[in-house]
Nanobody
Framework: QGQLVQSGGGSVQAGGALRLSCAAS????????MSWYRQAPGKEREFVSR???????SYADSVTGRFTISQDNAKQTLYLGMSSLKPEDTAIYYCQTVGRGPYFFCRNEYWGQGTQVTVSS
């Protein structure tokens, strides 16, 4: 069961904040790298942030200092906190999970359905 279900999108004014959530089933014998991507109208999908199976985080330059990726293992949920939002952050945001480990069911890649974030001037 590797479906990812996203929530938390919406419309805000510039300078506002939102938190996106991505619920994912996890197995104790597997390890997971989880990422956020976004795609603006007419643009290619771009990397936003990643947290790997060791807890290391990385961010695109455009969001560094404004966005925070985190996870709650007990709730099996990935989060993207977004603050000081800009109109250029407007996009559909997608979460992604890449699993690995000793069993076949670990080694899968899943994408969330996407959630719209709209930031107005």
């Amino acid at each position: 069961q590797g479906q990812l279900v996203q929530s938390g999108g919406g419309s805000v004014q510039a300078g506002g904040a939102l938190r996106l959530s991505c619920a994912a089933s996890r197995y104790s014998d597997c390890r997971y790298d989880m990422s956020w991507y976004r795609q603006a109208p007419g643009k290619e999908r771009e990397f936003v942030s990643r947290i790997d199976s060791d807890g290391r985080t990385s961010y695109a330059d455009s969001v560094t200092g404004r966005f925070t990726i985190s996870q709650d293992n007990a709730k099996q949920t990935l989060y993207l906190g977004m603050s000081s939002l800009k109109p250029e952050d407007t996009a559909i945001y997608y979460c992604q999970t890449v699993g690995r480990g000793p069993y076949f069911f670990c080694r899968n890649e899943y994408w969330g359905q996407g959630t719209q974030v709209t930031v107005s001037s």
